[in-house]
């Protein structure tokens, strides 16, 4: 008699026939005689929206946030500050900032040139020569502060709103709140995300149903020509057999939906199985850049160094957008976190994303897609206007600059000012609350009435806070 221990059973009926010594297949046998197998029910739709959103009219279709991950400083990128360089070396007291302390440390200026680009006379920095191209595009935020020192804590109020407790990421709630465009793709694919400083929790679902959770198309360490999006393909069957599978798996977590009256977990697997299948088809296609004229690499900068692994992701970036992906995180490596050497560290972080982004926003707009993508660019927090180990900077979520283009805010237009040193916001302040808040109200969503009810409550991305920055609203 054969032994089947180490066979792989690629069939229902293989599996039958070589378990249990084929009980299990006479079974099965003698019922389809008898009755016939029954058809498999329609593939279910992916999870719907909520019943009457958008709640009104949307300025943007969709999100691409470039994120920095480690904290790029402020005063030598966007927020000049002349006193810096007057009083370097010098102590700097609190009470010039406006706080209690008595010395907070060196004054180190901006080793970087500044210059105002565009109509609006946008200030920005001498690293980033191509973004500073399209100031008229952009709108930059000055004045945004948030809680938290910590990179942990900061990555997960910029991502989910909230550090001590698990809450869904942006992302999930813009899948959750428009759903996607496409019917072979989710609507949150976050490229490279940082696999520390919070994990998988900023790009979670949290307890909104599994289908909003985002994609991830591999790490922030990996090098994007490198990942792979893992189980995609199966190579061990074809797409015919795979359909009969996942017919069989769908028919009993329906029956099981059926049993349990409603559950979003279970809604969420189902459509994220339909899904994934999907993808099957969809997702080599834009993964590869062949389809991509050279013309169109070479604005980007692929095949070049330093610029190629970024210039993939916001090329990848693009291509999910014009296929009807609601939100698209592209991140670096975690390499702004300059405490010291920071002239060389930003030196070297620009070089690498400058003309990327560049190239991202004037592919965007050439298509006619920028006016209705909102592009977001920023870190975590800021760094110190003082000193750290001589010629690096600290973490500082007390005031730090992001910034905007396309999506219906106003470009060439910079919001915000900080102090003389660059130490804190003096008007217009913007917290991460409201961030979030105006990204939603650009989407077309009401903040405080997108909710999910979850343990007895309404839970929503601002919880209690934030209010819309109308005054950057196109």
Same mark, same amino acid.
Request: glycine letters at 10%.
């Given at each position: 008699?054969?032994?089947?221990?180490?066979?792989?059973?690629?069939?229902?009926? @293989?599996?039958?026939?070589?378990?249990?010594?084929?009980?299990?297949?006479?079974?099965?046998?003698?019922?389809?005689?008898?009755?016939?197998?029954?058809?498999?029910?329609? /593939?279910?739709?992916?999870?719907?929206?909520?019943?009457?959103?958008?709640?009104?009219?949307?300025?943007?279709?969709?999100?691409?946030?470039?994120?920095?991950?480690?904290?790029?400083?402020?005063?030598?990128?966007?927020?000049?500050?002349?006193?810096?360089? #007057?009083?370097?070396?010098?102590?700097?007291?609190?009470?010039?900032?406006?706080?209690?302390?008595?010395?907070?440390?060196?004054?180190?200026?901006?080793?970087?040139?500044?210059?105002?680009?565009?109509?609006?006379?946008?200030?920005?920095?001498?690293?980033?020569?191509?973004? /500073?191209?399209?100031?008229?595009?952009?709108?930059?935020?000055?004045?945004?502060?948030?809680?938290?020192?910590?990179?942990?804590?900061?990555?997960?109020?910029?991502?989910?709103? #909230?550090?001590?407790?698990?809450?869904?990421?942006?992302?999930?709630?813009?899948?959750?709140?428009?759903?996607?465009?496409?019917?072979?793709?989710? /609507?949150?694919?976050?490229?490279?995300?940082?696999?520390?400083?919070?994990?998988?929790?900023?790009?979670? !679902?949290?307890?909104?149903?599994?289908?909003?959770?985002?994609? %991830?198309?591999?790490?922030?360490?990996?090098?994007?020509?490198?990942?792979?999006?893992?189980?995609?393909?199966?190579?061990?069957?074809?797409?015919?057999?795979?359909?009969?599978?996942?017919?069989?798996?769908?028919?009993?977590?329906?029956?099981? =939906?059926?049993?349990?009256?409603?559950?979003?977990?279970?809604?969420?697997?189902?459509?994220?199985?339909?899904? %994934?299948?999907?993808?099957?088809?969809?997702?080599?296609?834009?993964?590869?850049?062949?389809?991509?004229?050279?013309?169109?690499? @070479?604005?980007?900068?692929?095949?070049?160094?330093?610029?190629?692994?970024?210039?993939?992701?916001?090329?990848?970036?693009?291509?999910?957008?014009?296929?009807?992906?609601?939100?698209?995180?592209?991140?670096?490596?975690?390499?702004?976190?300059?405490?010291?050497?920071?002239?060389?560290?930003?030196?070297?972080?620009?070089?690498?994303?400058?003309?990327?982004?560049?190239?991202? =926003?004037?592919?965007?707009?050439?298509?006619?897609?920028?006016?209705?993508?909102?592009?977001?660019?920023?870190?975590?927090?800021?760094?110190?206007?003082? /000193?750290?180990?001589?010629?690096?900077? !600290?973490?500082?979520?007390?005031?730090?600059?992001?910034?905007?283009?396309?999506?219906?805010?106003?470009?060439?237009?910079?919001?915000?000012?900080?102090?003389?040193?660059?130490?804190?916001?003096?008007? !217009?302040?913007?917290?991460?609350?409201?961030?979030?808040?105006?990204?939603?109200?650009?989407?077309?969503?009401?903040?405080?009435?997108?909710?999910?009810?979850?343990?007895?409550?309404?839970?929503?991305?601002?919880?209690?806070?934030?209010?819309?920055?109308?005054?950057?609203?196109?």
């Amino acid at each position: 008699m054969r032994c089947h221990q180490f066979r792989h059973s690629l069939t229902r009926r @293989d599996m039958l026939r070589t378990s249990a010594g084929g009980f299990g297949h006479l079974v099965m046998s003698a019922f389809a005689a008898r009755s016939g197998l029954a058809a498999p029910a329609a /593939a279910p739709a992916l999870t719907p929206t909520p019943v009457g959103l958008p709640h009104f009219p949307a300025r943007a279709k969709r999100v691409i946030f470039l994120f920095m991950w480690g904290g790029p400083s402020h005063v030598d990128l966007f927020d000049p500050k002349p006193r810096l360089n #007057q009083d370097t070396g010098k102590q700097l007291s609190g009470k010039d900032v406006g706080i209690a302390r008595d010395q907070l440390g060196q004054v180190m200026g901006s080793p970087f040139k500044f210059a105002q680009h565009g109509q609006g006379g946008t200030w920005i920095s001498e690293l980033f020569p191509n973004v /500073a191209r399209h100031a008229d595009k952009m709108c930059v935020l000055r004045s945004v502060h948030t809680n938290g020192s910590a990179h942990g804590e900061a990555l997960l109020r910029l991502h989910t709103g #909230q550090a001590n407790l698990v809450r869904p990421s942006v992302g999930a709630w813009v899948s959750y709140g428009l759903g996607s465009e496409s019917d072979n793709l989710p /609507a949150f694919i976050t490229i490279s995300p940082p696999r520390g400083h919070g994990g998988v929790q900023n790009y979670g !679902n949290a307890f909104l149903p599994a289908i909003h959770q985002g994609m %991830a198309i591999g790490s922030a360490e990996t090098p994007i020509a490198k990942a792979v999006i893992p189980n995609l393909l199966n190579k061990r069957i074809g797409s015919g057999l795979q359909r009969d599978q996942l017919d069989l798996v769908q028919s009993l977590n329906r029956k099981h =939906l059926s049993n349990a009256t409603a559950d979003p977990g279970i809604e969420g697997l189902i459509g994220s199985y339909e899904l %994934a299948f999907k993808m099957q088809s969809t997702m080599p296609q834009i993964m590869s850049l062949d389809d991509e004229s050279k013309s169109t690499l @070479d604005m980007y900068g692929v095949d070049a160094e330093p610029t190629d692994n970024f210039a993939r992701q916001c090329l990848l970036a693009r291509k999910f957008a014009e296929r009807g992906v609601r939100y698209i995180q592209v991140s670096t490596d975690y390499t702004w976190d300059h405490h010291s050497k920071v002239k060389e560290g930003h030196v070297t972080e620009t070089a690498k994303v400058d003309r990327p982004i560049a190239a991202l =926003l004037q592919d965007l707009d050439q298509r006619g897609m920028l006016d209705d993508t909102l592009v977001l660019w920023g870190g975590e927090f800021g760094r110190t206007p003082m /000193a750290e180990n001589g010629d690096g900077r !600290n973490h500082h979520p007390q005031v730090f600059s992001m910034w905007m283009a396309g999506g219906g805010v106003k470009g060439g237009l910079t919001y915000g000012t900080t102090d003389d040193f660059g130490y804190a916001p003096v008007e !217009n302040p913007v917290h991460m609350h409201d961030l979030h808040a105006t990204i939603l109200h650009l989407l077309g969503l009401n903040h405080e009435q997108l909710t999910y009810r979850h343990a007895g409550r309404d839970f929503r991305l601002t919880d209690v806070y934030g209010n819309v920055v109308t005054e950057i609203l196109a």
